[in-house]
Every structure is written in structure tokens, then in C-alpha cells.
């Protein structure tokens, strides 16, 4: 593929990897082509990880590093994300780059719409994508409208109360005047000798002859006809979107592939009266600006079906998936839950197909599709092209789609439908209804659409089309992708979708007589369009303007990060002699290993050797908490995905070639655990189990008005850190020296474990690290054992070892957030105020204990999250299951306590008489002066409280809730909600040992400066953070201060960048050293007080932390449209107002609190790991595991900084931000529920219900109980056996 050419062979490592399968564009390249035909050149972007080299001939690739450098000239596109701070860890920067450098190309001012549109298929963990859409926005001529439309609350267009931009401007993220213009003519130009070539060369067949296959690219039909004649078994690959996947995930390996991309015939487009037949090769972004033309060119009446594939079109895949993917290799790939099938069947589209045996037309109906990846075409027939008709006049055409995500993700259901009615009456002459995702193929309702041929369409045969439907449409309880219920309730609901825009038609052709006021719009908000508002304190005027402390400085590698220059572990250049790792996994979850067979795996070319226990010289297991955890299974593996071994070789094919053969005995071991219920029912525990208890809440019970009893379950999150564990292990070969270099958060313990498992001293391990591309608490513990394996290995051969985990092993082997099954039960006053809470907490800790203890300790020391409930107690354990062992993450066991409190809220308002005002009942609730913890510490509220009111009245709460009210009133199928939820978060870190810093600042004799310090970059701005501080101190400009990368040798023993202390911690050091350095440099001061500072030092030459402890206070309000039909929602707006202290960087604070706000929607209503029976994770890369992408940002975004805040605890008054917020992403959790409640009110259900996080499409529509989801029979629990298991 492009993409390991691209970085292996050509060394242009500015293009990453982060998934290998078309899911993230983290790989993004342009692509450009010369036409002869019509002597232009068309550009499109691609992911370099799908696109074979064999295909490019003729192509112009333009890479990150092509369009501009810190050494020559930064691109205007590169230039703007970094300054309107939208690079963090930089992973991703690169491909988005890329994606918007080739809309530019094609559309220098483009709109909204196609910036969001270029930007959909690329995904960032760490931004929250705003400001990465702000800094794309500069190049658009559009005003700053949000873009609602004036629709509803909150548009500027209705004079919404939101904030006045022109009066009073406070201080902006960054200065638009500040920005390189955008000129086109210093673009690369198209090579010319590619011109020629194409003008003049004559295209000949090319054959590719590889080790394993061979690849021929004929250039016409009768050539590629006779080489599917010969090769009837041989894909043709077009796009590579369907076949590279397999071979990359499934390993479908094929001897022979045919290429047949410069087949002119399989690109032809002939219109006519009757239809638009266009060529199998068209891309499906080529097939979409077709359409969108004719749509223009022909009478309306005649697009219904355009119209609808546009629909679906709009939603398929990301941009880069579009412009390579083809029609005909949609159509031959025969997806379960393609999108486009559907619509072609129903709209009865034709194939022209042909082979030896001459030409045929074939009907695009319910006997193309035949099964699994099946259609009726002999393996020898191409398919040349497809005939889309034009619609007639009585025929109506629509399409829908339910996705885990609203864009870029393979839709649950998916359905094309399409009726004629008889000329001037509402009686049916045709129906055809096909839907994706029901089954192994596209499926046909034939006999429902067969009841109501001929009849009237209207109520009655609507109503018995349901039931017949309902018994056609059926799935086993099993069926593959499971969410069996909300799939049969999505065919039903869909089809009453198409019912209701029917019944708007027909009341259009029926002179408009009746109906009036038909709900037929299911959602008010579509696009990703938004507005942003910031409030953030202004620098005292009388800081010195060299002082950067407190103003919004970029990040200081964000230019380095979009130009693809920043180097990350796996773009370190390869060593001489150096071996790739591969880790070879259990298959089995609870098992004794009888042996591990290496012989073939060392017969494969290219493998050197294979590690196991045995080779560990040292200790062969790490103790956390008390518990030992093997490096590598020795005995007994206890999940799916337990490391047993590793294969080293000379290539990473070569290893996982190796790794593929390695044979491993098992027995069995009986009744492995997988669920919190197994785990209790076993007693499978790591202990001790906690416990915290303040008052006497056994005896406040008996004295409430009420006592409730309810439950949540919360699952896991997967890390997704863009860039996988990486690590680069070089053996220095004298005095049993190692480097390391690795991605991680934690050096030191990566440098202590390493030694300890080679049974050297720390002394000998050096670890380095340069940056990090994400890591959210998963790169602490997990690194470092694979860090270790890869050091035997390096130990064992005396080579370099570099191992880079796939996107898939990553997922697999490494764990998430522990899901957790959380219980209350409140007693509570009839004013609603809560007198007695008793809330249990069992979390999914996986197989081994890991940071567990420690995640539970934290669960129950946050359980009171902002309310002072005088009589509180809390259990939690971490249960040990046969699952991946879960780890630290963002929050660190926080999201999880705080949801399961503010769940118990709820619950308590939704039984009081204050239904309607839950936020009355956390007020009543809330801590209200200075207070004791129920671990005993003494704080006051009162910055939670401005934090409150502020964030009531920024977001207009009062008002919004009433008019949420009268949009419930006037709307059945689709609601809103609002929630407002506080966060009191404790900056606290629990273990002693790593509350300290160090930091190391040099000043050399030009004056530049160089500080090292313990904590590491992951894209949280901490070194351009210590830059400030240095900056401050040393009273210089940042830009003498440089800061290199985060090493073991230069500072030791230093703590986690983790648990939002980072900045503290070591700013505190950086600040003591630089204090002292300045100190010294006094008396040359006084001797010159004119000189400067390159002359002072020219001249001249115990660190410590401070314990602390403080709250982060914040509040949010989110409010959400969710349609009821299908449970999709949009979050409409989201306001946030942060007590952070006095802030030293403002922009990256910001961008770390809409980072986190993201991660924590994306856990909340989104990401769902799925495990199968036998405990194998499903969720294996973003295809499978959606994590929220640029379309999920709140439509309306305002973000404030408390003023006036003050903080003695840590660094210039700041406080830790980075991991508060995630929490408030449950606001959109909340807001949904709020948002159900209202539907089920309809439906006459009140009081509380369980709503499981996250709430995903498929939770809400089945909690909103419409007449759809009631129709659907429950299967009998214990009579079969789900697809996948219900974790925690
Ligand atoms: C990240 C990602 C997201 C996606 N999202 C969606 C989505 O939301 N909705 C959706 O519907 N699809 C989605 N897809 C699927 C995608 O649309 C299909 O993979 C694509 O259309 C296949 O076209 P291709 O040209 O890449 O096929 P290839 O992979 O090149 O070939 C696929 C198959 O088609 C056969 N074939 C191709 N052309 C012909 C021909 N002319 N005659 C006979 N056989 C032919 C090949 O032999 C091969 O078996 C997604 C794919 C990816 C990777
Ligand atoms: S690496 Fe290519 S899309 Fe993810
Ligand atoms: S900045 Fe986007 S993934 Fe880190």
C-alpha cells in the first residue's frame, strides 16, 4: 500500500498510520490525475493505507510534506490549524491537512458544508474538532451565523440572547490578520512529464510480479474480459476499499488481482430520457456530483430516486472513502448494510454486465442479492454499468439510514422505498421496499409490499402493512451485530417515516385538503455547522508583553505537527540490524497452556526469534497494587488477547507471518467470568473491596419520605489514542546500556520496569520521549510491560526492536475504561432533598488487577460529586473477570462514579414532585458553604456555585426549558432535552511516591535555554506551558526556551503526566529551577543592568513538589433533539463554565476542556465495546467502535473561564484541567434522557426508567417506547444466546 511505501521506502513519515483499514484519515494524501479527454486535472484526497502503489501510474501524490515545511514555507492550511490551536498531539494534523489542503485546491473558498464535509472522514481524539473547523473556517467567505437558520432557540438570526460578538470584544483565541493569505499560484503544479505521458504515451497493460501474487492492470474491455475468463477467482479491485480490508483484517490472500482502473468502457456516462446510465468504475464522490447536477438539469418529478441515493451518499463513508470507492464495487460487494443497494433495488436499476459470453442486462432486485458478500454474477461477468432510471410521474422514491454515527459509519438499517400511485387517487400500483442491514444481504419486503399493491394508502393499510412487515422481516435473537430489537423496531419506524412523507405528498396532489401540520420533518438541526463562544480573563494590562503567562499561545509544536515534520516513536529512521516485534495473543479466555510450539513460526523467512517467559533474565511479572501480573503468560492465559509470546524478524510482515504459525496447546479451563453478575455470583474479586461512610445511613432511611432503588450500567471506552503503542528498544551494546524510545506517560516506570525484568540497575535504561500521539491513561501501565517484552527481545538478540501495535492488537490487548454496574438506593424529603444514599459500584477490572484498586478508591472518593448528602455511604469493588484487563483513563474511575450520583438525582427528581425541574433538585442538594467531604476535607463551594449560576444564566436556561416545554407540546416524534450538570473534581494525586517533580534547565552561552522536566507531551500544550513558565521566570521570550523531549537520563524519577497535575507538578519545578537560575545570575545583573540576557549569561552557571490538594468546579447545560423514530440526536447546544483558576495558556485549557467534553460525549451516548460470548472483542478499529467525529460537535459551542478566580495550590493560581471535563459530557446523556421522559410521557409512562450509558440510537429509541418498539416481542431471556454479551 501507499502508505508503508510512503513511509518506509521513501522515508515521508509526515503520513501516519492509525488504523490501516480507510477508518480514520489520519493517513490522508492527495491524489491527483491528469484527463486526457478533457485536459484537466482532478485532485481528490485518499488514505494512502487502502491505495495501491500498483495503481498510481500516472498519478501525482501529494503528500503533508509537499505543500509546505518550517524550512522553506509553511502552507496557509498548515499555518491555521496550528494557530487556531487545532493540534494537540499533532496525530492527526497531518491528514487533516491534507483533507483540507485538496478541498482548497478544488474550491479556494469553500462553505461550511464542504469543510465539514472534507473533515468527515478524519478523526482526532484530543480536540473536540472545533478548532480545527475554526482554522479550516478562515477560508471561508461565510459569516459566523450558527446556522440554525433562525430555527428555534438559539439561532443569531432570532436575536438569541447568546453573547454580543461586536460590543466589548473580549480577547480571541488567535488573530485572523495574523494569516498567511491563501495563494494558489504557489501550489505544486501538476508534473508536466505526466501531462506528456498521458498525451502522448500509448497505455499499454502492466504486470506487477510480487512474491506471493501477481497484479495485472489491463487498459481494455476484451483484455479484462479474457483475463476473467482465465481467472474467474481473481477480484478486480477498483477503489480497494472492500478487498484491502479483507486482506488486511480477514487475511484473504489472492494469488491474482486484476486492476482495471484504466479500463475506459467502466468510466462511461450516458444520459438519455429515460435514465442516466453511469460506468462501474465512477467514484461514488464522481456518482455524487452527477446526481447533484441532474438534480439541477431535469424536472423534480423526475429525481426521486437521484434524490434519494444522494441521501444516501451524503452519509456513506468519509470523503476519502467516496473518491475511490466505485459504484460497481458497492454494488458486487453485496454489504449486508450497503446503503446503496437498497435504493438501486427499489428503484429498479439495471445492470449491463458482460463476459465471454456477450452482454446482458440484469434487474437489481431482491435475486441479485443471494447471501453474505453474494450476488447472482458468475465469478467471470464484469460489471460494466448501472442504469438508474428517472422517476415517473405518481412514483415517489425515499431513503433512510440509521447510523451508530451520523456520518462515516456503516448504518444499522438502511432502506430504499419506493411507491406509484394510480394517476389521481391514493391507490397503490407500486411498492418496493428493500433494506439493508436485516439480514446477510440487501432484503426485499415482497409480501408486505405485495398487501398493499392495489389498496388505498392511508391508516388501515399502513397499519396491516406494519404486521405483515413485523412477520416478514425477522431476525434470530442471535443474528450476527445483534441490537435484534432495535433493528426490527427501525424496519417498522422507517417505514412510518416514508408513510408520513407519503401522506404529505399525497395531501400536496390532493389540492392540499387536510393534514395540515403533519409531523413529516423528523429532524429541526442537519449539517455540522456551529457556533463557537469563548470567555476567557485578559492578561492584567501592565503584563509585560515578553511575559506569555496567561495569553494563548500556540502550542509549541504545532507547526512542527502540521507540516509532518514532528517525529513520533514510529517515524524514528530504522537502525541498522533493527527487528520488528510481533506479539503472538491468547484465542482463549480461561485456559492451562500445554505448550507453545515456535518450530514453523522460526522456519518463516525473516524470523529471527520468538520470546517467551523463559527469556525474561528477571522478574517475569509486574506487581501493582499489591498483585502480580505476568510479562508473558507463563502457566495459564485468563482473556482473549492474554500476550503469550512475541516474534521477532527482519520485516513486520515477516514477524506476523511468524506470529500467524506459532501453535499454542490449551486446556480449557471451566466457567470463565465475563459480566460484573458472573463476578459476584463467584465471588471473583481483586481485594480488598472499599468502602467509605460519613453519618448514619442505615437509620436515615427509616426517617425519609421516600426510598428509591434503581440501577445504571456504564460500559467501557477504548483509549483510541491516535497514534498505537509504539517503542523502539536499542541495546547500546556495551555496560548493558539500553535506550528506549517509546510513547508513554509514565518514562520512569517504563525505566524501572524495564530494568527490573532485565534484572539490570535503572541506571543502565535510558527512556526518551519525544512526544506522545494521544494516550488518555492508557499509555502508563500497558506500554510498559510491552515495553519490557520488546526489551527481552532487544535484551536477547542484542538488536534494535521496534514494535508498533496495530490499530486491532492495540484494541484487543491493551483494555479500556472499566465498564461499571452502579446501585442506589436514596431515601429522600418530599421537597426533594436526599437524606441517605447508599451507592455500590462493581467494576469490570478484566484479568488482571492493574490500576484497579486504585480506579475503585477513586469511584468512592467522588461519589459525592457537587451535593452534600449528610448520610452517605459507598461499596466498590473491582471485579476479576476473563476479559482484557482494563486501565487508568481520563478521569480515572470519576465518569463512572459521577454518572451513577447523578443518575441517583435523577431518579429523585423524576419521583418528586419537581419532574419537571431536575436541576431544582441538584440545587437543593448542592453543597451550599464552606463543607466537610465525606473523607474529610474542608472546601468551600463557592466557586461550584458561580459556576452554576453562570452557566444557568449563559446558556439561558430558564427560558430555553420553557420553550423546550412548548416544542414537546407541539411535536410526537422527535423531543428535546436539557440537562445542567456540575463537576466538583478533586486535583489530588492518592499515592504519595509520585507527587514530586524535577526539572533540569540549562542556559547555554548564546542565551538559549533548554529545559527538561518529567512531564510528557500528549498533546495537553504541557511544554509549551513550562516554556511560559521558564519564559516568566527567566524574564525572556519563549523563544529562546526550547524544550527537547522528556528523558529519564536528564530528570529522574519523575511522576505520571496523568490525573491533570502535570502542569502543577512540574510547573512548580520548572519555576524553582528558573527562580534559582535567575537568582544566581543577580549580581552579573547588577553590574550591567543595561546589558541583555545573552550578555548576562555569557557571564556565568533540589527540586521539589508540593503536595496539594483543590477542586476543579464546572457546570454545564446541553440540550438535544433526539428523534424518537430512531433514537438519532443532535446536540443543539452545549455551554460550559470552568473554574480553572487563572489560566496560563488559554487556548490550550480550552482546547483541553472541548477535548474532553468530546471524549466524554463520545463515552456517554456513543462508544460500545461489543465482546462476543466467548469474551472476544468485536470493536476492533473504527470501523466497529465509533468514537465522535467532526458532525457530533455540539451545534452551538460557547465555552467560559470563571474570572476572578484564584488558585494558592498550584502554579501562577492555575488549576488541572485536562480530565474534569470529561464528565460533563454527560450533560448530553442527561439531556437525552430528558429528552425520553418526554416521549414516554406520551406514551403514559411516568416516574424513573433505566437508560444504560451509553445512549446509543439503539438504547434510546427502545427507552422512548413508541408504538414501533411495542410491537416488537422480546425474546425469552435464557432461550438463546445474544450475539454479544451485555458488559459490565
Ligand atoms: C471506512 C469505510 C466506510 C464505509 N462506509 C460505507 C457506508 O457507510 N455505506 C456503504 O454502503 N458502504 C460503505 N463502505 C463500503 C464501500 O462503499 C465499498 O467498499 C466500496 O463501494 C467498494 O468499492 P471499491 O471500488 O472500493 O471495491 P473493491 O474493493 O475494489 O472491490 C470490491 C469487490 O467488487 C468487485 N468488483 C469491483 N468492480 C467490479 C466490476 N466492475 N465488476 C464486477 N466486480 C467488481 C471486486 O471483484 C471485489 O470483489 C465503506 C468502506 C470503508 C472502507
Ligand atoms: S490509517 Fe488510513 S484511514 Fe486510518
Ligand atoms: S490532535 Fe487530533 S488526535 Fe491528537
Not at 238 to 263: E, L, Q
Not at 1010 to 1017: I, Q, R
Amino acid at each position: 500500500m501507499l502508505l508503508s511505501y510512503l513511509r518506509e521506502r521513501l522515508r515521508l513519515t509526515g503520513t501516519k498510520y492509525g488504523c490501516g483499514g480507510g477508518g480514520c484519515g489520519a493517513c490522508t494524501v492527495m491524489v491527483s490525475r491528469y484527463q486526457p479527454s478533457t485536459k484537466t486535472i482532478l485532485h481528490y484526497s485518499a488514505n494512502a493505507c487502502l491505495l495501491p502503489v500498483c495503481q498510481l501510474q500516472g498519478a501525482a501524490v501529494t503528500t503533508v510534506e509537499g505543500i509546505g515545511n518550517t524550512k522553506t514555507r509553511v502552507h496557509p492550511v498548515q499555518e491555521r490549524i496550528a494557530k487556531a490551536h487545532g493540534s494537540q498531539c499533532g496525530f492527526c494534523t497531518p491528514g487533516m491537512v491534507m483533507s483540507m489542503y485538496t478541498l482548497l485546491r478544488n474550491k479556494p473558498q469553500p462553505n461550511m458544508e464542504d469543510i465539514t464535509e472534507a473533515l468527515g472522514g478524519n478523526l482526532c481524539r484530543c480536540t473536540g474538532y472545533r478548532p480545527i473547523v475554526d482554522g479550516c473556517k478562515t477560508f471561508s467567505q461565510e459569516s459566523n451565523c450558527c446556522q440554525a437558520n433562525g430555527n428555534g432557540a438559539g439561532c443569531c438570526l432570532n436575536g438569541d440572547s447568546s453573547p454580543q460578538r461586536s460590543e466589548n470584544l473580549p480577547p480571541q483565541l488567535f488573530d485572523q490578520e495574523d494569516l498567511l493569505p491563501l495563494d494558489p499560484t504557489q501550489d505544486l503544479i501538476f508534473p508536466p512529464e505526466l501531462i506528456l505521458m498521458a498525451e502522448t504515451e500509448p497505455q499499454v497493460s502492466q504486470l506487477f510480479r510480487g512474491d506471493r501474487m501477481v497484479w495485472v492492470s489491463p487498459v481494455s474491455l476484451e483484455e479484462l474480459i479474457q483475463l476473467k475468463t482465465s481467472h474467474p477467482q481473481a477480484p478486480l479491485v477498483m477503489g480497494n476499499t472492500n478487498i484491502g480490508p479483507d486482506i488486511k483484517f480477514k487475511g484473504a490472500w489472492h494469488p491474482i488481482i486484476i486492476s482495471p482502473t484504466r479500463v475506459q468502457e467502466l468510466f462511461k456516462v450516458t444520459k438519455t430520457p429515460q435514465g442516466v446510465c453511469i460506468g462501474a468504475g465512477c467514484s461514488l464522490s464522481v456518482v455524487k456530483a452527477l446526481l447533484e447536477g441532474l438534480v439541477q438539469e431535469i424536472p423534480e418529478e423526475k429525481t426521486e430516486i437521484y434524490r434519494s441515493l444522494l441521501q444516501q451518499l451524503g452519509n456513506l463513508g468519509g470523503q476519502q472513502i467516496r473518491n475511490v470507492a466505485t459504484i460497481g464495487g458497492n454494488i458486487v460487494s453485496a454489504y449486508p448494510n450497503s446503503d446503496l443497494n437498497p435504493v438501486f433495488a427499489a428503484g429498479n436499476c439495471i445492470l449491463n454486465v458482460a463476459s465471454k459470453r456477450g452482454r446482458q442486462e440484469i434487474l437489481l432486485n431482491k435475486d441479485f442479492f443471494v447471501g453474505f458478500g453474494k450476488t447472482s454474477l458468475k465469478p467471470d461477468e464484469v460489471v460494466l454499468s448501472v442504469f438508474i432510471p428517472v422517476s415517473r410521474q405518481g412514483e415517489f422514491m425515499r431513503a433512510f439510514r440509521q447510523a451508530p454515527r451520523k456520518e462515516n459509519a456503516l448504518a444499522t438499517v438502511t432502506t430504499g422505498m419506493r411507491v406509484m400511485f394510480t394517476e389521481g387517487s391514493s391507490v397503490v400500483k407500486e411498492l418496493s421496499i428493500y433494506y439493508g442491514g436485516v439480514g446477510p444481504c440487501t432484503v426485499s419486503a415482497t409480501k408486505t409490499c405485495a398487501a398493499v399493491i392495489g389498496r388505498k394508502w392511508d391508516e388501515q393499510t399502513l397499519s396491516e402493512a406494519y404486521t405483515q412487515l413485523l412477520d416478514e422481516i425477522s431476525l434470530s435473537p442471535s443474528h450476527p451485530g445483534g441490537q435484534v430489537e432495535f433493528r426490527r423496531s427501525l424496519t417498522l419506524s422507517l417505514l412510518f417515516k416514508f408513510n408520513l412523507q407519503m401522506l404529505h405528498k399525497l395531501w400536496e396532489m390532493d389540492n392540499k385538503v387536510g393534514l395540515i401540520g403533519l409531523e413529516t420533518n423528523m429532524v429541526t438541526f442537519s449539517g455540522c455547522h456551529k457556533n463557537v463562544w469563548f470567555f476567557f480573563q485578559a492578561v492584567v494590562k501592565d503584563q509585560s508583553g515578553d511575559d506569555p503567562v496567561g495569553r494563548p499561545i500556540m502550542h509549541r509544536s504545532a507547526i512542527s505537527q502540521a507540516t509532518g515534520e514532528a517525529v513520533y516513536c514510529d517515524d524514528i529512521p530504522k537502525m541498522e540490524g533493527e527487528l520488528h516485534l510481533v506479539l503472538v495473543t491468547s484465542t482463549r479466555p480461561h485456559a492451562k497452556i500445554l505448550d507453545i510450539d515456535i518450530s514453523e513460526a522460526l522456519q518463516v523467512p525473516g524470523v529471527v526469534d520468538v520470546i517467551t517467559s523463559k527469556d525474561i533474565p528477571g522478574k517475569k511479572f509486574r506487581t501493582f497494587t499489591g498483585i502480580d501480573e505476568d510479562i508473558l503468560a507463563q502457566n495459564e492465559v485468563s482473556c482473549v488477547g492474554h500476550m503469550v509470546c512475541a516474534v521477532v524478524a527482519d520485516t513486520r510482515n515477516q514477524a506476523k507471518r511468524g506470529a500467524a504459525v506459532v501453535k499454542i496447546g490449551y486446556e480449557d479451563l471451566p466457567g470463565p467470568v465475563f459480566t460484573v453478575e458472573e463476578a459476584i455470583e463467584k465471588q471473583s474479586f481483586f481485594l480488598p473491596k472499599r468502602m467509605i461512610e460519613q453519618g448514619n445511613v442505615d437509620e436515615a432511611f427509616d426517617k425519609v419520605d421516600h426510598i428509591y432503588e434503581g440501577a445504571i450500567r456504564l460500559g467501557g471506552q477504548e483509549h483510541f489514542y491516535m497514534e498505537t503503542q509504539s517503542m523502539v528498544v536499542v541495546p547500546s551494546g556495551e555496560e548493558r546500556e539500553l535506550k528506549v524510545y517509546l510513547s508513554c506517560q509514565h518514562p520512569t516506570y517504563a525505566q524501572e520496569s524495564i530494568a527490573e525484568t532485565l534484572g539490570i540497575p535503572s541506571n543502565r535504561v535510558s527512556c526518551h520521549v519525544k512526544r506522545v500521539g494521544g494516550a488518555f491513561g492508557g499509555k502508563v501501565t500497558k506500554t510498559s510491560i510491552i515495553a519490557c517484552i520488546t526489551s527481552v527481545a532487544a535484551w536477547k538478540t542484542g538488536r534494535a526492536v521496534r514494535c508498533v501495535l496495530e490499530r486491532g492488537e492495540d484494541m484487543l490487548i491493551t483494555g479500556a475504561r472499566h465498564p461499571v454496574l452502579g446501585k442506589h438506593k436514596v431515601g429522600f424529603m418530599n421537597n426533594g432533598r436526599i437524606m441517605a444514599a447508599d451507592l455500590h459500584y462493581y467494576a469490570n477490572s478484566g484479568n488482571t488487577a492493574d490500576e484497579s484498586l486504585l480506579v475503585i478508591e477513586k469511584i468512592l472518593l467522588h461519589l459525592d460529586n457537587a451535593y452534600n448528602v449528610p448520610n452517605l455511604r459507598g461499596r466498590s469493588v473491582a471485579c476479576k473477570t476473563n476479559l482484557p484487563s482494563n486501565t487508568a483513563f481520563r478521569g480515572f474511575g470519576v465518569p463512572q462514579s459521577m454518572l451513577v450520583t447523578e443518575n441517583m438525582i435523577n431518579d429523585v427528581a423524576m419521583i418528586s414532585q419537581y419532574f419537571l425541574f431536575l436541576e431544582q433538585i441538584r440545587e437543593i442538594n448542592m453543597y451550599k458553604e464552606v463543607s466537610l467531604t465525606h473523607y474529610k476535607f474542608e472546601f468551600d463551594p463557592k466557586n461550584l456555585l458561580r459556576c452554576w449560576d453562570e452557566c444557568k444564566e449563559k446558556s439561558d436556561y430558564d427560558r430555553r426549558r420553557k420553550s423546550i416545554g412548548q416544542f414537546n407540546q407541539q411535536n410526537r416524534w422527535k423531543k428535546r432535552g436539557m440537562a445542567t450538570i456540575p463537576i466538583k473534581f478533586d486535583i489530588f494525586c492518592v499515592c504519595v511516591s509520585v507527587r514530586q517533580a524535577a526539572s533540569l534547565v540549562h542556559i547555554y552561552k548564546d542565551g538559549s535555554v533548554l529545559v527538561s522536566h518529567g512531564g510528557t507531551e500528549m498533546g495537553q500544550g504541557i511544554h509549551t506551558k513550562m516554556q511560559q513558565v521558564a519564559s516568566r521566570e527567566l524574564h525572556i521570550p519563549a523563544s529562546l526556551i526550547h524544550i527537547t523531549e522528556t528523558n529519564t537520563s536528564a530528570v529522574p524519577n519523575t511522576c505520571p503526566s496523568a490525573a491533570s497535575f502535570g502542569t502543577d507538578a512540574n510547573g512548580m519545578a520548572v519555576k524553582d529551577a528558573c527562580e534559582t537560575l535567575y537568582q544566581r545570575l543577580e549580581p552579573v545583573r547588577k553590574q550591567n543592568p543595561e546589558g541583555t540576557w545573552q550578555i548576562w549569561v555569557f557571564h556565568i552557571d533540589k527540586q521539589e513538589g508540593q503536595p496539594y490538594a483543590y477542586y476543579t468546579y464546572g457546570a454545564c447545560c446541553s440540550e438535544v433533539e433526539v428523534d424518537c423514530l430512531t433514537g438519532d440526536y443532535r446536540t443543539v447546544r452545549t455551554d460550559i463554565v470552568m473554574d480553572i483558576g487563572r489560566s496560563i495558556n488559554p487556548s490550550v485549557d480550552i482546547g483541553q476542556i472541548e477535548g474532553a467534553f468530546i471524549q466524554g460525549l463520545g463515552l456517554y451516548t456513543m462508544e460500545e465495546l461489543k465482546f462476543s460470548p466467548s469474551g472476544v472483542l468485536y470493536t476492533r478499529g473504527p470501523s466497529q467502535y465509533k468514537i465522535p467525529a467532526v458532525c457530533d460537535i455540539p451545534l452551538q459551542f460557547n465555552v467560559y473561564l470563571l474570572s476572578g478566580s484564584d488558585n494558592p495550590h498550584a502554579i501562577y493560581s492555575s488549576k488541572g484541567i485536562g480530565e474534569p471535563v470529561l464528565f460533563l459530557g454527560s450533560s448530553v446523556f442527561f439531556a437525552i434522557k430528558d429528552a425520553v421522559a418526554a416521549s414516554r410521557v406520551e406514551a403514559g409512562m411516568v416516574g424513573p426508567f433505566t437508560l444504560d450509558s451509553p445512549a446509543t440510537p439503539e438504547r434510546t429509541c427502545l427507552a422512548c417506547n413508541t408504538p414501533f418498539t411495542q410491537k416488537i416481542p422480546a425474546s425469552k431471556q435464557g432461550s438463546f444466546q445474544p450475539w454479544a454479551l451485555n458488559i459490565p
